[in-house]
């Protein structure tokens, strides 16, 4: 599907440029906005937003802040380009947290280049996680393929929190979060002090992550990544839940029914060199034991250690 790029002019002299410029490029989609269209196009997300300053009718800082507050484009990538350069206007637009200000006349491959790679910028975020800054699933399964590849034993750590959906339905999605962050920080900050180099860490999605770490053994590194997880994980309950050991949610039904405190399933699949011929054979695996990981009360850990599936 096309990236939209809107292009704001009040005379259509951008539109031109743009499309000519990127006519052999498919995966652009470029859209002339006028500004007094603005409101209804920011009902839209486009991949990115281009101003020419020398051809709309209206104070550019204005339309700047305009659309950052608008909400669902606070992020989206900007710039402007113009033919005032001086650098106090510079300065006054680039305060309203705009990407890129580029000076006229402008050189066509330059404009090119900056709006490709900037394109190329928010593919990468995207793949990134915004919660816990880590690498998403387009990343892990490359990781994965490489390791499968280089024919070395490797160690893979699926990470579940226990009784998540119970956590969310008593304190909020905000407060869910926060657990999450704070078992992606923690798993980090582990990995990083117990494993001296070639390690990965990823964000899978919702509460599940994993880690990726070279050689076989992996017992200790579980065993420090849970006793780190629960010493500080009281603080994300109130002391009444704390001190009951569980927390009570309604069902469907109305019905209260009571669940223990969340904690940290690792399921740990040893890859050993030729044992697995794709990533779906690992990720099976993975399911399995971490399965068994969640059917232990508490924070625990499984390890399937087999040679062959």
Do not use: W
């Not at 593919?123 to 915004?130: A, D, F």
């Not at 226990?162 to 900050?189: E, M, P, R």
């Not at 040893?270 to 034991?289: D, M, S, T």
């Amino acid at each position: 599907m096309p990236q939209e790029i809107y292009i704001i002019d009040d005379d259509d002299s951008s539109i031109i440029i743009f499309r000519e410029l990127f006519k052999e490029d498919v995966d652009y989609k470029f859209i002339s906005v006028k500004t007094a269209q603005i409101d209804i196009a920011l009902k839209n997300i486009p991949a990115l937003i281009v101003i020419n300053e020398d051809a709309i009718d209206r104070n550019v800082v204005e339309l700047c802040r305009q659309i950052r507050k608008d909400e669902d484009n606070t992020i989206t990538p900007l710039i402007v380009v113009s033919s005032n350069d001086s650098k106090e206007h510079r300065i006054k637009i680039l305060q309203e947290q705009v990407e890129y200000f580029i000076k006229k006349p402008v050189d066509e491959q330059y404009l090119y280049y900056t709006v490709k790679n900037l394109n190329r910028l928010l593919s990468i975020n995207r793949r990134i996680s915004p919660l816990t800054g880590l690498p998403g699933n387009v990343q892990i399964h490359a990781e994965l393929k490489k390791r499968l590849s280089s024919k070395e034993d490797f160690s893979v750590l699926y990470f579940d929190l226990d009784n998540f959906k119970s956590y969310n339905d008593v304190y909020g999605f905000l407060k869910g979060d926060q657990i999450i962050k704070y078992t992606a920080d923690t798993i980090v900050k582990c990995v990083h002090e117990n494993v001296e180099d070639n390690t990965f860490v990823g964000h899978v999605g919702g509460d599940d992550l994993v880690a990726i770490i070279p050689g076989t053994d992996c017992d200790e590194l579980c065993q420090t990544i849970l006793a780190n997880f629960d010493s500080k994980l009281k603080s994300f309950f109130t002391d009444d839940d704390v001190e009951k050991g569980y927390i009570e949610v309604a069902n469907r039904k109305g019905i209260i029914e009571q669940f223990p405190l969340t904690s940290l399933s690792i399921g740990v699949v040893i890859a050993y060199a030729g044992r697995f011929h794709n990533i779906l054979e690992i990720g099976e695996v993975g399911a399995q034991v971490k399965h068994v990981a969640k059917s232990v009360m508490g924070s625990s850990y499984a390890i399937d250690k087999r040679k062959r599936v």
